[in-house]
């Protein structure tokens, strides 16, 4: 007799186990899987190469358009040229980490003073602003295109 009321007492258990109760729309759910981990960042790779800009410009810094600005790599004093834009500025990319650089603009018969870029210098985003001295009495005039 003790045994069939304990196992009268199992069944019952078991068969409220398996009824749910209605849900309530204002109520969380009562299990929430969640293991509380941080989501792992992907490690950000190191540059492979750096660039350098800038802008160049004259004694009261206004932006000299027409400059040509000469980037030379020390080791194979390979040249690279830009032209600055209206607003003075240059870019050179895709320079190397382990070579040291120099940087010159020159406008007409003007030149700026040398800049030079080292390899311990590990930035990868380099701005170097080249100032060409004008004489006294002369202004950076915008070059008009003759028609």
């Given amino acids: 007799m003790k045994r069939l009321v304990l196992l009268a007492g199992c069944c ?46 004259d004694d009261t810094g206004t932006p000299l358009e027409n400059a040509l600005v000469t980037l030379t790599d020390s080791k194979t004093k390979e040249k690279r040229t830009f032209f600055t834009k209206k607003d003075g500025r240059y870019n050179f990319q895709d320079l190397s980490f382990t070579n040291d650089y120099q940087l010159q603009a020159r406008w007409h018969a003007l030149t700026s003073d040398e800049r030079k870029l080292s390899q311990y210098d590990r930035a990868a985003k380099i701005v170097r602003i080249l100032q060409v001295a004008t004489p006294e009495g002369t202004e950076a005039k915008k070059e008009t295109p003759k028609q």
Avoid at 20 to 36: I, M, Q, S, T, Y
């Fill in 12 to 57: 019952a258990v078991a068969v409220m186990a398996q009824q749910r109760p209605e849900a309530d729309p204002g109520k969380p759910p009562e299990v929430f899987l969640d293991n509380h981990r941080p989501v792992i960042q992907k490690k950000d790779k190191a540059p492979t190469s750096r660039t350098v800009s800038g802008q160049v410009v």
